[in-house]
């Protein structure tokens, strides 16, 4: 004799299957096993209705954004925390700051998303950073319980109801748009002999960002083995221009340079 059992609780599966009760011994009845499976699944209930009463603590977005300013961004890169705070306080601060984040729905983000997106007509990759605030926002006040996980799930996790992207306007095109032999041409021209020219050679050859182009020193390229390294970039913050770490580790990377570019460098330097 064994029972089994699957149940979902706060949108997770549980599964089990037992051949002994809890002294080890195997069920003799299949009444002993079913009473033990009513059991094992009263218990799992139980648990649940505990972990969900524990105390919720009321946060408005305003504090819970703070909270995160002072102790949940201190390894990211300058650029992200300035773009972070340039969308809360240019618009998000406004609009929900107040609010009591458990009481924010799903519906009210939709509005909001689709407001940016269909009438304010801000570009789809811009009003998909609001989204990743909300997301953040969110699973920072979950991390520091002030969401039950019911909210947070619906409002996250559970793919039929969680916050979204508006869907794609049919004139918006998101695909990669290349340049053709004769516009390549029109561009090594425009560049030549500029002082930008070499940056353009880097993103031309090597797909360097251009914070990393001007982030280059010559210690950077090996001339003979043909490579650059990659190690640093270039950024404006707080009024001076500054060589600083790249934004994250796998940017730290070695380039090889192809023979045009290794010949352009000989010259260069």
Known sequence: MAYRYAIVINGKRKEAKKLRN?????????????????????????????????????????EVYQE????????????????QDSLWNNHLKERFGERYI????????????????YIDNRAYSY???????????FGQAYSRNYLDVDTYNKLCVNKDTKIHMPKLKIDDDLDI??????????????????NAETAYMLGKYCGLRINECY?????????????????????????????VSLKTRNAKRKIYMCSKLKEYFKNLK
């Open 68 to 83: 995160y300013c002072d102790k949940g961004r201190s390894g990211k890169a300058y650029a992200t925390i300035k773009k």
């Open 127 to 137: 009003t998909e950073s609001f989204l990743k605030m909300f997301y953040l926002i």
């Open 177 to 194: 748009v290349s340049f053709d032999d004769k516009q390549i041409e029109q561009l090594d021209s425009y560049f030549s002999g500029t």
């Open 102 to 117: 458990d009481e924010i729905t799903v519906a009210e983000i939709q509005d909001y998303l689709e407001e940016l997106y």
């Open 215 to 243: 982030g280059l020193k010559w210690s950077n390229v090996d001339l003979k083995g043909g490579i650059i390294t990659i190690d640093r970039q270039m950024q404006y913050q707080e009024g001076l221009i500054k060589l």
């Open 22 to 62: 809890e002294s080890g011994n195997p069920f003799k009845t299949a009444k002993q096993a079913a009473k033990a499976r009513e059991i094992a699944i009263a218990q799992e209930k139980s648990k649940s209705l505990m972990s969900q009463q524990k105390e919720i603590i009321r946060k408005t977005l305003t």
